[in-house]
């Protein structure tokens, strides 16, 4: 929409960049990227409450299904065993795991139920024309559940294990499977079709302000929950409209960073060198580790299985590492090389991560479904634990980094 130089719009800063841009309306079905380093800054998605509120009720429905019955059958020399989708984390507990199994039900249970549930509650009272008085934490938290919902990298467990059964036993999918399946559908799609500036403005519109003229630059400060620019100094340290904590950037991001990323390094090395789980047949036992997991996988002929997990589970992690070092010390070093492309290394490490949790999906899997006494049972061991723990303090690692950082030290932010 074109605008006369003397209307002022509303600002935006990029929240990976932090360079600050006026904000015209869109045309519908178009987006609006950041100049400098490439991220998507908002968009025009049409009908984006009616269309998620419609998304988001199904994904509920699909929840309850996917829950209320069982999700996977095995059967082996006329004994059978069903799991439940809580089996898996049922089943750690019980075998002396409570972290993996803590981690397991959040993944895959409790994030997605509060970002359904959260994002209910804001969009039904505002598809009637209410504005609920919780709509701010309720953004908050349905936000912060996003990196943590991961039912599309379980499905991706469930059919790896359903693969490396089919050796030992006769596996079947039950209702609750394709429940989920489509339950991972209709989330993954009410997350792309969601806008979430749509719902901060019906909270308070962006006020249009003039862009700031030099040395003023230093006194806006954008929220980095709902994305408000305002006087740094007026807010009391918290955002006016969405209520959020002020930081112009995250707190000590580096030291932060470099301190979790030194313990998934740690981590690494147990997780890849112990034993994730032990298989026992006809009295016979043996322990596999991550790796032994993918030989056994390339010696039955499945490559792009061996591959897919050899990818996830042993490259992802250390790659995180290896470009979270790398940003880390090039911010430190104030670096000028290619800025843009390190912000896209970095946005791309934020969003593989998750599928490092594969192989725990796939041992929790295992261990509740294959307990048939002295035939054949499987047990969890230590390396789960540590594989596990590279998971979540890489994603955490991630989530410390602050991206606007190598723009800083680049020195592309002084006005
Ligand atoms: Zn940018
Ligand atoms: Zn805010």
Known sequence: MPSSPSTPLPLI?????DLLQSMPALAENTRAVCPRCGSVLYAD???T?????????????????????????????GLSQSGHLISSPIALWQRGMPEVAAVVAFFVIIAPAVRILSALSVLAPLAVGVRPPWLAPAMHLMHAMKEWAMPEVFVLGVLVSYVKLAGLATAHFDVSFYAFVAMTVTLTWAQAAFEPHVVWDRLMPMPPRPAPGPGQRGRLISCHAC???????????????????????KPDSLNRAAALVAAAAVFYIPANALPVMNIVFLGSGEADTILSGVITLIEYGDWPLALLIFFASVTVPLAKLVCLVFLIISVKRHSRYRPRQRTQLFRFVEGVGRWSMIDVFVVGLLVSLVQFGTLSTIEPKGGAI??????????????AFDPRLIWDAAGENHD
């Open 45 to 47: 998605k049409g009908a």
């Open 13 to 17: 800063a990029c929240f990976h960049c």
């Open 227 to 249: 994305g408000l620019v305002g006087e740094a100094d007026a807010g009391h340290g918290r955002c006016r409209r969405c209520g959020a904590a002020l930081h112009r950037r």
């Open 49 to 77: 409450i009616q269309r998620t509120l419609a998304l988001y009720i199904a994904s509920l429905a699909l929840f309850i299904l996917a829950n209320a019955f069982p999700f996977l059958t095995l059967s082996m020399q």
């Open 386 to 399: 540590f594989f596990c723990a590279v998971v979540v303090v890489t994603i955490f690692a991630a989530m």
